[in-house]
T-cell receptor, first 108, second 112 residues
Framework: KNEVEQSPQNLTAQEGEFITINCSYS?????LHWLQQHPGGGIVSLFM???GKKKHGRLIATINIQEKHSSLHITASHPRDSAVYIC??????????FGKGTRLHILP | NAGVTQTPKFRVLKTGQSMTLLCAQD?????MYWYRQDPGMGLRLIHY???????AKGEVPDGYNVSRLKKQNFLLGLESAAPSQTSVYFC???????????FGSGTRLTVV
């Protein structure tokens, strides 16, 4: 079993829809990182969180440490949000494990 | 500010050749990282550094060496390239390891 599981693997939605991407993990962590990889390959750090919720613009990330689960939400989705979203967990022993990513495609 | 700059952007090597990938950051970040990304495998951490003169192994360090002689530069070396090292390599830096990550644009390496 992978230590980090993301769901769904692929998601296609219409512009304006509310998007949720999930990340579940199976070990104790010190932090969780959400990344966005653009179609051209560039990677952008979105959020790093160890508890609660963070918001930046239309993006919201939440984490539930007890349930070992994090979600990334996108409100009022737009075609420019089309990307691969990657979750990474930071083990307490400094190990970093990445999920395989969720490919999001927003249709105009 | 340039952020994080990786050189080269593309390279083709023959099996057994050596090369060094350079990562340079101008943000005075303490933490620097080298990752590789392969289809179906996702990103994996190769080595990282928590400050000038320090390095540590990540998940897949075998076949690679690193050095951080200057705070702004993190070098990734392949002493004897193998086809299994064909990948896209990303460098990143962070001031603390817990926020403010900036990624380079990647180096596409093919070993034939």
């Amino acid at each position: 079993k992978n230590e980090v599981e993301q769901s769904p693997q692929n998601l296609t939605a219409q512009e304006g829809e509310f998007i949720t991407i999930n990340c579940s993990y199976s070990v104790g962590i010190s932090a969780l990182h959400w990344l966005q990889q653009h179609p051209g390959g560039g990677i952008v750090s979105l959020f790093m969180l160890s508890s609660g919720k963070k918001k930046h613009g239309r993006l919201i990330a939440t984490i539930n440490i007890q349930e070992k689960h994090s979600s990334l939400h996108i409100t009022a989705s737009h075609p420019r949000d089309s990307a691969v979203y990657i979750c990474a967990i930071y083990h307490r022993d400094d190990k970093i494990i990445f999920g395989k990513g969720t490919r999001l495609h927003i249709l105009p | 500010n340039a952020g994080v700059t990786q050189t080269p952007k593309f390279r083709v090597l023959k099996t057994g050749q050596s090369m060094t990938l350079l990562c340079a950051q101008d943000m005075n970040h303490e933490y620097m990282y080298w990752y590789r990304q392969d289809p179906g495998m996702g990103l994996r951490l190769i080595h990282y550094s928590v400050g000038e003169g320090t390095t540590a192994k990540g998940e897949v360090p075998d076949g690679y060496n690193v050095s951080r002689l200057k705070k702004q530069n993190f070098l990734l070396g392949l002493e004897s390239a193998a086809p299994s090292q064909t990948s896209v390599y990303f460098c990143a830096s962070s001031p603390t390891g817990f926020h403010g990550y900036t990624f380079g644009s990647g180096t596409r390496l093919t070993v034939v």
